[in-house]
């Protein structure tokens, strides 16, 4: 007579991942309770702070400056428009078919909730701009509905990018010589975070920048070589602070005109770009070196010139590589923008000092600046994690570190 086995015990679902990786051995389970419990007890008392203690008026009288500083509050209607032209974009390359899509339906999922969520705020805080938040939400879905179905403009969506991006600087700015929609807002008027996401953007020209710096320091010609190491090595040779005085200082005697010629975000963005150039050729050297030259020499061997083998070959396989890095400095530098102070620019983090300095919240007993410091540190998580999210799944998707 045999005897019945009992069931395997079952180590899937919630219950199994908890057993797995929280509580395997004993040590793992003690440490697993010490942290659960630590993390409990903050955030117990972040939340009872938040919510019992922590004073909001201020910051929440003061949701414009944060967002778009002085900018006029009739025209306000453009920087959301811009907004709204990115999410279209956005929306219409979730739907492209590429590999990308579905790394670009992410982000659009996220960005288009955090739009929906300012919808809200606006409509209690200054309900003035609410219809112009829900054109913007409005927009963003209208991209992803016709990237949906009509696969044709889908395909096209880099013809969108482009469209879109040439109009966002066109309506921040305004036309030269007009009065009224269009009329011209100083950039001495922009600040906050939409001056943060414009000095971000400068990572875009940096990276053709500092891939010719990198192909050009592995020249066989001495005299593009040695220019290249030497701008190369001058930048990193200096703290990111120093060359934004550089900057303030150099560029009008560069140009041979006034100081007060060139606007400040000019200057901070040209500083910002060749920074970010010089640290983005280290990556891309980096990349270089690891391509084997076996993969060079079989591609001469195929007949393929020097530029060719360069082109098709061995850069697309670098930049593959250092995509984690490259993702790194763009976060660095989105953070980095927070130094541009020093040429008297009003970007987000810098407008946390003004707001604390305001005679309403120096009269709040004890001050604001913990609730300030919370509401940075929460805005710049969400944006260097969904870029770090994205960095990630790009990761998977072109295969880095599995061959």
């Known amino acids: 007579m045999t005897t019945h086995r009992l069931p395997p015990r079952r180590y899937t679902g919630v219950r199994g991942w908890m057993r797995e990786?929280?509580?395997?051995?004993?040590v793992s389970s003690a440490a697993t309770v010490i942290v659960g419990v630590l993390a409990a007890w903050a955030l117990v008392g972040l939340f009872g702070w938040v919510i019992n203690e922590g004073n909001w008026e201020r910051l929440w009288v003061n949701l414009k400056l944060f967002g778009v500083f002085r900018y006029p509050v009739e025209l306000l209607w453009r920087?959301?428009?811009?907004?709204?032209?990115?999410?279209?974009?956005?929306?219409?390359?979730?739907?492209?078919g590429e590999g990308t899509s579905k790394i670009l339906r992410g982000a659009f999922y996220q960005f288009l909730s955090a739009v929906v969520f300012l919808t809200v705020v606006s409509v209690i805080a200054q309900w003035q701009v609410t219809p112009y938040y829900i054109v913007a939400t409005v927009l963003g879905l209208a991209g992803f509905l016709i990237?949906?179905?009509?696969p044709a403009v889908a395909e096209r969506a880099g013809l969108v990018w482009i469209v879109s991006l040439l109009a966002v600087p066109v309506l921040l700015y305004g036309i030269p010589g007009t009065h009224g929609a269009m009329e011209v807002v100083p950039i001495r008027e922009w600040g906050g975070f939409m001056l943060t996401l414009v000095l971000t953007t400068g990572i875009v020209p940096s990276f053709p920048i500092g891939v010719a710096l990198a192909l050009g320091r592995r020249s066989k010609l001495p005299a593009i070589k040695y220019v290249c190491i030497g701008f190369i090595e001058l930048i990193r040779g200096a703290p990111l602070i120093v060359w934004l005085f550089v900057a303030n200082l150099m560029v009008p005697l560069l140009f041979n005109v006034g100081p007060d010629v060139v606007p400040s975000l000019g200057k901070a963005y040209i500083a910002l770009t060749l920074f970010s150039s010089a640290y983005m050729a280290e990556n891309v050297r980096g990349g270089l070196q690891g391509v084997p030259t076996g993969q060079s020499e079989a591609a001469r061997a195929l007949g393929l010139s020097g530029w060719q083998t360069t082109r098709l070959i061995v850069l697309p396989q670098a930049i593959r590589s250092v995509i984690p890095a490259i993702v790194g400095q763009a976060i660095g530098l989105f953070k980095d923008t927070s130094l541009v102070f020093i040429l008297n620019l009003h970007d987000f983090f810098n407008v946390h000092n003004i707001v604390a300095q305001q005679p309403e919240s120096i009269q709040v007993t004890g001050g604001i600046r913990l609730e300030l410091t919370l509401f940075l540190a929460i805005t710049y998580f969400f944006f260097a994690y969904r870029m770090s999210v994205a960095s990630r799944h790009l990761e998977r998707l072109m295969g880095v570190g599995e061959r």
């Not at 990786?21 to 004993?26: C, D, G, S």
């Not at 990237?147 to 009509?150: E, I, P, Q, S």
């Open 79 to 96: 920087p959301l428009v811009a907004l709204g032209l990115i999410l279209f974009a956005f929306g219409v390359s979730s739907h492209s």
């Open 21 to 26: 990786n929280l509580f395997k051995t004993p």
């Open 147 to 150: 990237g949906r179905f009509l």
